[in-house]
């Protein structure tokens, strides 16, 4: 099997643990990675503090669920109907998108999540994709200078444009998303690792595999 799922990776903690609005509101949108080139996109769903990013184009892509407010997530392949829990250890180094409670004042949520106090500055106003957002100007947190840009009205980061790494959101539409989304399938497997996941696609799941308990 190819190893497609793996690329979704980079933006498993986009949305990292900052601080949280609890009222935000639930929307989809097309996450779209400008950098490197020809990287792929992926269909973003938030509701509340739980994200679900999935693979777009792809035969057989994976789905990557993330908590912020417990700070856990998890990674699902419905072809092989198996899923891997995340760990801080897998957060990307190079894209710094966090979710600001204020978008006037980001910086403070930025400098925490990267690591790095007094990185931040805020540039100002701008529109975008007619979208009214707050731009600032950072790092990451692997040192790389970077723009992110805040909705006034998500409180959320929807672009980011890096030395390594470009994307942004687009076609965001504001609706409900099911719980379900959410939440790991009862029928699925649970696998050790991200390794235990990719040699689980070399060859077929055994017909009397039963998913193992879900340790949070």
Known sequence: MPNRPVRLLPVL???AHGPLNLLAQQFMADL????????????????????????????????????????????????????????????????????????????EAWDKFVGKPGS?????????????????????????????????NLKFVVKWDGKATACELRDITLTSQPPAFFEIPKDYLKMDSIADRKAAGKKPMPKNASPKPNKQ
């Open 120 to 152: 931040c500055t805020k540039i100002g106003d701008e529109n975008l994709n007619g979208r009214q957002v707050v731009k600032y100007k950072g790092v990451a947190r692997n040192g790389d200078p970077g723009y992110a840009w805040v909705d006034r």
């Open 13 to 15: 903690f986009l949305l």
């Open 32 to 107: 779209v990675r400008t950098k490197p080139e020809g990287a792929g996109a992926s269909r973003l769903r938030v509701s509340g503090d739980k994200m679900r990013l999935e693979s777009i184009g792809q035969q057989k892509g994976g789905v990557v669920v993330l908590d912020l407010k417990e700070g856990s997530g998890f990674m699902a392949i419905p072809d092989q109907k198996t899923y891997t829990m995340l760990s801080p250890g897998q957060i990307s180094p190079t894209t710094p998108f966090f979710r600001p409670s204020d978008p006037e004042n980001a910086c």
